[in-house]
């Protein structure tokens, strides 16, 4: 179970995971031996998954993101199996939900254009068999993008 300290020390995190352990501790009103120890358990329990630097696209000449909609008629454990494979071993893939509705499979795609996208589909399409539809859409401009939960 969590509480408000435990709340405000994950939001303070979610903005800057450089901050030191005794600034999470004034900012939450707690010696640096019992903020460590939150810390410590949070990251136990697994509230906190992981530390990441969240790096510019644009500078990094991946500028184009494509989400990609996938039907297939498969939906057994090999081909899923052999699909999540092939989906967490493609670097370009930044994010893949399986959903409900239409589609059976949401990825959002970071590449650095058109020509590298088209190199993708065609490595996902041939590594995989049983898709029965992709489609994808390109975004034209970021309106928001945050990494942060909304913990209120």
């Known amino acids: 179970m969590i509480d ?38 949070l990251e136990d329990e697994g509230y906190i998954r992981g530390h990441v630097a969240l790096l510019d696209p644009e500078k990094l000449a991946l500028s184009l993101t494509a989400f990609m909609l996938i039907k297939t008629q498969q939906h057994n454990s090999n081909w899923y199996q052999q699909f999540t494979a092939v989906v967490k071993s493609m670097p370009e893939v930044m994010s893949c ?10 990825l959002r ?26 489609t994808s859409s390109f975004a034209m401009e970021e309106i928001k993008y945050t990494t942060a939960l909304p913990l209120n």
Request: aromatic content about 10%; proline content about 1%; charged content about 25%.
């Open 109 to 134: 795609i970071q590449v650095a254009d058109m020509k590298t996208y088209d190199a993708f589909y065609k490595r996902l399409v041939n590594g995989v068999s049983g898709l029965l539809d992709v």
């Open 97 to 106: 939900y399986r959903m409900a509705g239409e589609y059976d499979y949401l």
């Open 4 to 41: 408000k300290t435990d709340l405000r020390l994950l939001a303070l995190l979610q903005q800057d995971c450089t901050l030191s352990l005794q600034a999470l501790a004034d900012a939450v009103h707690l010696t640096t031996t019992p903020c460590w120890k939150r810390l410590k358990r």
